[in-house]
């Protein structure tokens, strides 16, 4: 079966330093790939997508960057973080039923 | 542009009463929706999807192309039904979708 997971679960960082969040997916091959944002108040927005190696959309501009190395790696990062970059960070994947299947999650606090 | 807008924050009510969380879209395409739902401390997951027809743990969803609505129902609400509700709206075509998620209503079902 297939199951995804994101780590870390808790991040607490300064303000200007850098981010890297990572995600990997077992158990299907060539998943489309997503990093959502949940900040307070203002739900789900998508942050980046990937269809495939290398292959990286961003749907908002933002001080963020994605990238993908591996068919079912998916890394959100930052050089310098700023206070507003603070939310719960999901990553998700889908394959061809459309249907996305997200992972736990990791709590981002910018101090 | 793409839209989903879901107009509630907050619904309270009380255990086995009729509960309608509203889901209203913008697309000019045929729209593909979900419900996604998050309880307390577990990760957000699938709950139905229009294409189905399905009604999952007593709630149904019908699209309205008219009004432009995907409104999720359940006529007698349970206390383990409190959790936070996405509308989602699928966007683009075959392998390549992306999901656009409402910001959320937080279900509250009191005893």
């Known amino acids: 079966s297939q199951t995804i997971h994101q780590w870390p679960a808790t991040l607490v960082q300064p303000v200007g330093s850098p981010l890297s969040l990572e995600c990997t997916v077992e158990?299907?091959?060539?998943?489309?790939l997503y990093w959502y944002r949940q900040a307070a108040g203002r739900g789900l927005q998508l942050l980046f997508y990937s269809v495939g190696i290398g292959q990286i959309s961003s749907e908002v501009p933002q001080n963020l960057s994605a990238s993908r190395p591996q068919d079912r790696q998916f890394i959100l990062s930052s050089k310098k973080l700023l206070l507003s970059d603070s939310g719960f960070y999901l990553c998700a994947w889908s394959g061809s039923g459309n249907t996305i299947y997200f992972g736990e999650g990791s709590w981002l606090t910018v101090v | 542009a793409q839209r989903v807008t879901q107009p509630e924050k907050l619904l309270s009510v009380f255990k086995g009463a009729p509960v309608e969380l509203k889901c209203n879209y913008s697309y000019s395409g045929s729209p593909e929706l979900f419900w996604y739902v998050q309880y307390s401390r577990q990760r957000l997951q699938l709950l139905l999807r229009?294409?189905?027809?399905?009604s999952i743990k007593g709630f149904t969803a019908d699209l309205n192309k008219g009004e432009t609505s995907f409104h999720l129902k359940k006529p007698f609400a349970q206390e383990e039904d409190s959790a936070m509700y996405y509308c989602?709206?699928?966007w683009g075509s075959g392998n390549t979708g992306k999901l656009i998620f409402g910001q959320g209503t937080t279900l509250q079902v009191k005893p």
């Open positions: 229009h294409i189905s027809r399905e």
């Open positions: 158990g299907t091959s060539n998943p489309n």
């Open positions: 989602a709206l699928l």
